[in-house]
Each structure stands twice: as C-alpha cells, then as structure tokens.
C-alpha cells in the first residue's frame, strides 16, 4: 500500500509541475487568450496539489535498511535496546 501512495504522490507531483510550468509560461509570454486571473488560480491551484503529491511521498517513504517500518528518529530506533527484558522469556 505505502508504494501505491508513494507512486500516487509521486504522479501528482509530476502532472502539478507540467501545469505549473504551463500557467507560468503563459503569463510570461503574456498573449494567452486565458484571463490573468484563471492562470494564477491554476498556478496556485497546482501548487497546492504538487505540495500535497510531495507530503504524499514524504509520508509513505521507508527509511534505508527497514521496507515495512515507518520512518523514525535515531534514538526511537534505538528504543528497543533500552527496554527491560519481559518476565516470561
């Protein structure tokens, strides 16, 4: 499931910045026959959609040497060294 986010994430990020570049190339350019007004609501708008396809990949992300857990801090993973021993074992 984190790849098929990831994957999901990584698309939007990529279609995001497609629409980016065109909304800002045709406001550079300046002879659109869109309103100025729709290409920065469209520029925004993907910005905000790329922002979310790169939180979308940061979150889903495994950290090196661990495919299934969820990244952590150096010392949570240092954790399980800490922990007294159960009493059954």
Known sequence: MRQIL???GFCLLIISAVFIAIGV??????????E??????????????GIGGW???????SPPGCP???RRSFASSLSWTLRPRDADE
Not at 25 to 34: H, V
Not at 36 to 44: E, H
Not at 55 to 61: C, E, G, H, M, T
């Open 55 to 61: 939180k979308l990949v940061q979150a889903n992300r």
């Open 6 to 8: 990831s994957a999901l």
């Open 25 to 34: 190339f045709e406001l550079i350019r300046g002879d659109s026959k869109s």
């Open 36 to 49: 100025v007004s729709g290409l920065i609501g469209m520029v925004v708008l993907f910005i905000g959609t």
């Open 68 to 70: 299934t857990c969820r």
